[in-house]
């Protein structure tokens, strides 16, 4: 079965510090990995994916097959990176996102 | 076109009732997607249009729920006989398909089930 875990469920940080927000996942092929966040009052919004390769307002994530993990990490945390972030995971076949439950991460100042 | 619509944003009802949400996609979007959301947890997958086609429901859409795409734009939602645990935030999502396939949310249902 499919399934995403984040180990965290709030995660404090202060501005500059680095940051990693961890994902682990179970599924038994190849699957697609997002990160989706969400600021506050704001919608729900992608943030990366694995197949991207790219860096998104500072974060990166490397999809880690060894140890099914995709985890989310930032340099240098800023304020504005305060947001609830979801893991995401579609498998190969179909449009089944599974989400994690969440971290909500708080950069303090 | 400022994104994903979703009507109403809050829907108070009485257990028993039966509920109809709506959804308007990005209008290019063929895809569309339902999404139930619990306090605590992430969203979770209940079913996913392509165009007018219902192609993948999850084993969560109990036969109280049902939902529509009649002409591939739209897309509505109802639950019939609404119980307490139906009380959820539900989102709809929309993309392109193809390789990018990014989903763009809507900012989501509140129902209470009372």
């Known amino acids: 079965a499919q399934r995403v875990t984040q180990p965290e469920k709030l995660l404090s940080v202060f501005k500059g510090a680095p940051v990693e927000l961890k994902c682990n996942y179970s599924?038994?092929?190849?699957?697609?990995l997002f990160w989706y966040v969400q600021y506050s009052r704001q919608r729900l919004q992608l943030l990366l994916r694995?197949?991207s390769r790219e860096s998104i307002k500072g974060f990166t994530a490397d999809l880690n097959k060894g140890e099914t993990s995709f985890h989310l990490k930032k340099p240098f945390a800023q304020e504005e990176d305060s947001a609830m972030y979801y893991c995401?995971?579609?498998?190969?076949?179909?449009?089944?996102?599974?989400f994690g439950p969440g971290t909500r991460l708080s950069v303090l100042p | 076109d400022t994104g994903v619509s979703q009507d109403p944003r809050h829907k108070i009802t009485k257990r028993g009732q039966n509920v109809t949400f709506r959804c308007d996609p990005i209008?290019?979007?063929?895809?569309l997607y339902w999404y139930r959301q619990t306090l605590g947890q992430g969203p979770e997958f209940l079913t996913y249009?392509?165009?007018?086609?219902?192609?993948?429901k999850s084993r969560l859409l109990s036969d109280r729920f049902s939902a529509e795409r009649p002409k591939g734009s739209f897309s509505t939602l109802e639950i019939q006989r609404t119980e307490q645990g139906d009380s959820a935030m539900y989102l709809c999502?929309?993309?392109?398909?193809?390789?990018?396939?990014?989903?763009?949310f809507g900012p989501g249902t509140r129902l209470t089930v009372l």
């Open positions: 999502a929309s993309s392109l398909g193809g390789i990018e396939n990014e989903q763009f």
């Open positions: 599924y038994s092929g190849s699957p697609e």
């Open positions: 694995h197949i």
């Open positions: 995401a995971l579609r498998g190969n076949y179909g449009q089944n996102f599974v």
């Open positions: 209008s290019e979007h063929n895809r």
């Open positions: 249009f392509q165009n007018e086609a219902q192609l993948e």
